[in-house]
């Protein structure tokens, strides 16, 4: 913003100096050109009166000398001819015979007077003709032709032309300083208003923004402040109770577990089956505090990558997918279904760090292998596609309708088949992933697989460093990541899902 008013102002600026400076400069030109005029004007009717008089007194030495000082004095050539073209008097090399001449001093026997035209630049090299009879009245006694230089009048204009430049640089100068004064005066508290607003959009307490500007922009910023610290008090709160809900009723629910698994041991074997789903759900709801504790971060982390840079994140998303595989695959193997895995020959380094890549490909292969159901065909595909890694993962699976897909990443959103058959996760998994992908400007996508399944797949930009210039990208196999479902939660309970 700031550069374009900038720009507009010094549109106006160039406009405005120019709607000045243009006219003067003309006028300037102009006024020179009327002064050689008159000057030359003024010594031609001086030897058109020595004229008059050299032919009534028959003695034309007064006007021959008068001529030849001129001549030897100015450096401008004349000639002076009676009322038959005969030269009285011919200087510096101009002579009667000149077709030029002859002209001019046809015009002059015909009591014409010949004066140039248009105003002079500094350029302007060619010398200007002036004509006039001698005589009084329609009385024609002689003509007079005059070669004026305009070398010294066109010097007078170069000068006045620099001057009026200068003075119009300076007064650019001057305008443009200001402008972007004022411009800087109106827009940086915009600015600052925009940054704080994007920190505010991202979920970060904002800066408060300083009053500054006009008037208007000092209210509008004072009111954004008040607005700022209402928006950030309650969105802390609102996290805060996530986070500590999710956090506190830990201890509750470990206790719990004690108590039941003690009183296990007491238990008739009739209440074995109300045993197992006391356990199952007790299982569902410390995964459900597990996705709400791992979305509040996902969500933060999001906030922050938003604006601060974190441009020297980057990992080898190929090492990523082949440990991943390696955790997954006996999983995968032991609820009947195949997982298969395909990534490129070379590196594929994305702008990440590999504990969010590696989180993100827990949960979609935690979907697939829950969702695709027994005899599945899963595949694990990581790739480089322009300017993205994409880590995707696909099955045969029944899938998700488009409408489904469109709620798929909505938090707490579970698909009607799945809650009916009992394989419903917590709904949490996809918001995960998308929250994870966006802090890195990156994007799930989900889509129909043909003839039959979903394709759920991660793009992370890719880092701009080349893999082979990073010895720490690959990683060997770990064990579970405690940010996110893996194997083990996958195998102690089988209906807890991401998705």
């Known amino acids: 913003m700031r550069t374009r008013v900038q720009a507009a102002l010094l549109l106006f600026v160039v406009i405005a100096v120019a709607a000045f400076a243009v006219p003067l400069l003309l006028f300037t030109a102009s006024d020179r050109t009327q002064q050689l005029v008159l000057a030359r004007s003024a010594d031609l009717d001086r030897f058109a009166s020595l004229m008059d008089q050299a032919e009534q007194t028959g003695d034309t030495s007064a006007v021959t000398a008068e001529a030849r000082r001129y001549t030897q004095l100015y450096g401008e050539p004349l000639v002076v001819t009676d009322t038959r073209r005969r030269p009285i008097v011919q200087t510096g ?16 026997l015909r009591n014409q007077t010949a004066h140039p035209t248009g105003a002079l630049r500094p350029w302007s090299k060619a010398s200007r003709m002036f004509a006039e009879p001698a005589g009084t009245g329609t009385r024609v006694s002689g003509a007079v032709v005059l070669r004026a230089s305009v070398d010294t009048a066109a010097q007078d204009i170069t000068r006045r032309w620099a001057a009026v430049l200068a003075g119009t640089a300076l007064v650019a100068v001057a305008c443009t300083v200001i402008a972007r004064a004022a411009t800087r005066w109106v827009v ?39 607005m700022a610290g209402t928006v950030t008090a309650a969105l ?13 009723m830990r201890n509750p629910m470990a206790a719990l577990r004690l108590r039941v698994d003690a009183l296990h041991r007491h238990l008739p074997e009739s209440a074995d089956r109300t045993y197992t789903g006391v356990t199952t759900e007790l299982d569902r709801l410390e995964t459900l505090l597990d996705g709400m504790l791992t979305l509040a971060t996902a969500e933060h982390r999001a906030g922050e990558l938003a604006v601060t840079d974190d ?22 193997h032991r609820v009947g279904t195949r ?89 949490l998994g996809l918001a995960i992933v998308e929250q994870l992908l966006a802090g890195r400007g990156g994007r799930l996508e989900l889509e129909p697989a043909h003839p039959r399944g979903l394709r759920a797949a991660a793009l992370v930009p890719r880092a701009v ?15 579970r990541l405690t940010a996110g479902p893996g194997p083990t939660a996958a195998r102690r309970d089988p209906r807890g899902g991401a998705r």
């Open 465 to 479: 460093t080349d893999a082979a210039d990073r010895g720490d990208a690959r990683h060997p196999p770990r064990g």
């Open 93 to 108: 090399g101009m002579r009667a015979a000149d077709p030029a001449v002859g002209r001019l001093l046809d015009a002059a």
């Open 339 to 427: 997982l298969a895995l395909d990534t490129d020959a070379n590196p594929v380094v994305a702008a990440c760090t590999d504990h969010e890549l590696a989180q993100i490909t827990d949960i979609l292969l935690d979907n697939a292998i829950k969702y695709a159901g027994p005899d599945a065909e899963i595949s694990l595909r990581c790739t480089a596609e322009g300017p993205h890694a994409v880590l995707a993962v696909t099955d045969d699976g029944p899938g998700l309708t488009q409408a489904e897909i469109v709620q798929a990443t909505t938090r707490f959103w579970r698909s009607g088949r799945q809650r009916q058959d009992g394989t419903a996760g917590t709904g």
């Open 311 to 332: 441009s020297d994140a980057h990992c080898d998303a190929t090492a990523v997918a082949t440990a991943q595989y390696r955790l997954w695959e006996p999983v995968a």
């Open 236 to 248: 802390e709160q609102q996290r805060r109770l996530v986070a500590d809900t999710s956090h506190q």
């Open 188 to 226: 940086s508290p915009l600015r600052r208003l925009d940054r704080a607003v994007g920190q505010l959009a991202a979920g970060l307490p904002p800066e408060q923004t300083r009053a500054g500007g006009p008037p208007e922009l000092r209210q509008l910023a004072t009111g954004f402040n008040r």
